[in-house]
């Protein structure tokens, strides 16, 4: 008897590990602890940030999933139906003192509203359809509401998720600008300045100058040593294959400071990539390549 016991010990704790391999390919590392099952998005705390390439072209996105609770026990069907809510995102700011808009619901859409979970598909991808370039600048987000289960419950704490997405080319993110402004014939302006800026994606090979002080596009500098900025002066950089700076726009539209600036001649305006990316940028505005002239040296400080 003791022998066969003997034969038996190693069979059955094949027996347990198998199981509980198997517990853990549905489960990870979680037991299962509630014959409830409950449905939620998998962003418990209900926030999430997405960052995309830039392209103008229609793309589908994977933002969230939907699925059962990690500790749900499962042994039937559900089906789920969500549903934009931008009022969702008025609701974060509030509680956050962030400034993120709603994209209007014409921007985008769901490629499904609804889903059906199972004991095999505990988590499925929600997907929208979005082109990047209509959410390039600003800070942008979307809202997203479970608004009807059968088969299974709601979850209370993870039922509503606000997504905040961006764009980002190779030349986004926080710089720290180190700058000087010529103009004699302002000598209150005139001098070294230092501010930080963001360089926000608008194209696939471009980026505007964001000068959060002053929430708004702008180029800074100091007025007698004092953070100042015009409202009408924002450059919008323009790189070539080589990263080299190719043309500046005035992203203002200002038609006295003019359209377009001009990128001084033999100043070397670029991009240099690496562990710690710089941009180079020297340029004047209003035709005046001797009394217009902003000179900045924009160090990378991280993502946007």
């Given at each position: 008897?003791?022998?066969a016991a003997n034969k038996l010990l190693p069979l059955l704790m094949l027996s347990v590990f198998m199981a509980?391999?198997?517990?853990?390919?549905?489960?990870?590392?979680?037991t299962p602890n509630t014959d409830r099952p409950i449905v939620e998005f998998s962003e418990i705390h209900g926030f999430k940030s997405i960052a995309m390439d830039y392209t103008d072209q229609l793309i589908e996105l994977d933002v969230t999933d939907i699925r059962y609770m990690i500790r749900s026990s499962v042994n039937t069907n559900a089906t789920v139906k969500i549903m934009i809510n931008s009022s969702l995102v008025a609701d974060y700011n509030a509680e956050n003192g962030t400034s993120y808009t709603a994209?209007?619901?014409?921007?985008?859409?769901?490629?499904?509203?609804?889903?059906?979970?199972?004991?095999?598909?505990?988590?499925?991808?929600?997907?929208?359809?979005?082109?990047?370039?209509?959410?390039a600048t600003g800070e942008n987000?979307?809202?997203?509401?479970i608004v009807e289960v059968n088969g299974a419950e709601k979850s209370e704490v993870a039922g509503n998720l606000v997504i905040a997405l961006s764009v980002k080319n190779k030349y986004d993110?926080?710089?720290?600008?180190?700058?000087?402004?010529?103009?004699?014939?302002?000598?209150?302006?005139?001098g070294p300045f230092e501010a930080d800026v963001e360089m926000i994606t608008s194209g696939?090979?471009?980026?505007?100058?964001?000068?959060?002080?002053?929430?708004?596009v702008a180029q800074p500098?100091?007025?007698?040593?004092?953070?100042?900025?015009?409202?009408?002066?924002?450059?919008?950089?323009?790189?070539?294959?080589?990263?080299?700076?190719?043309?500046?726009?005035?992203?203002?539209?200002?038609?006295?400071?003019?359209?377009?600036?001009?990128?001084?001649?033999?100043?070397?305006?670029?991009?240099?990539g690496g562990a710690t990316p710089v941009i180079y940028l020297k340029y004047y505005y209003n035709t005046n390549p001797a009394n217009r002239?902003?000179?900045?040296?924009?160090?990378?400080t991280g993502p946007r």
């Open positions: 008897m003791r022998r509980g391999c198997k517990r853990d390919m549905v489960f990870g590392d979680i994209v209007p619901i014409t921007k985008f859409s769901l490629v499904t509203d609804q889903f059906t979970l199972s004991p095999s598909d505990r988590s499925l991808p929600v997907k929208i359809r979005i082109k990047p370039s209509d959410v987000a979307i809202g997203l509401t993110g926080k710089y720290h600008l180190r700058g000087h402004f010529t103009r004699t014939d302002l000598p209150a302006y005139n696939i090979n471009s980026v505007v100058m964001y000068y959060p002080d002053f929430a708004g500098f100091f007025n007698n040593g004092s953070p100042a900025g015009f409202s009408n002066v924002g450059p919008e950089v323009y790189f070539n294959a080589a990263d080299q700076v190719s043309s500046i726009v005035n992203y203002t539209g200002d038609p006295v400071t003019g359209p377009f600036m001009t990128p001084f001649p033999g100043a070397n305006s670029r991009f240099v002239i902003f000179a900045d040296t924009l160090i990378y």
